[in-house]
């Protein structure tokens, strides 16, 4: 069983910036089966959407369009911390924020939450116009 516990959330004037963090902590042997994790994010009445996504051990990354350009997602391998670099940040981009991973590969495009097995419990970004 692999956790994941986020933080970096809060509350940012437009075109502001946020970084967010999603530590994971467990068996070395589980987390070392992570081959993809991503961010999501979801606000109320709206469904789950995909923000970004990285192959920690390939280094490739995926950004949704609603995100691209305004957000750098990396990993941190020595601390086995996923981050998320969002800058002008926009009102539309307040929600629930999570950190999630699976055991096989990210794709580009593709942001299914179905196949992610872990999920942190998310931390809240509020973006204020």
């Not at 959330?9 to 992570?34: N, Y």
Request: charged share 15%.
């Amino acid at each position: 069983q692999v956790r994941l516990a986020e933080s970096g959330g809060g509350s940012v004037q437009s075109a502001e910036s946020l970084r967010l963090s999603c530590t994971a902590s467990g068996h070395p042997d589980m987390i070392g089966r992570i081959l993809c994790m991503a961010w999501f994010r979801q606000s109320p009445g709206k469904e789950r959407e995909g923000v970004a996504a990285i192959n920690p051990t390939l280094g490739t990354t995926f950004s949704a369009v609603s995100v691209k350009g305004r957000s750098t997602i990396s990993h941190d391998s020595a601390k086995n911390t996923l981050l998320l670099q969002m800058t002008g940040l926009k009102h539309e981009d307040s929600a629930m924020y999570y950190c999630a991973a699976r055991t096989s590969y990210c794709y580009p495009g593709e942001f299914d939450a179905s196949t992610y097995t872990s999920w942190g419990q998310g931390t809240q970004v509020t973006v204020s116009s």
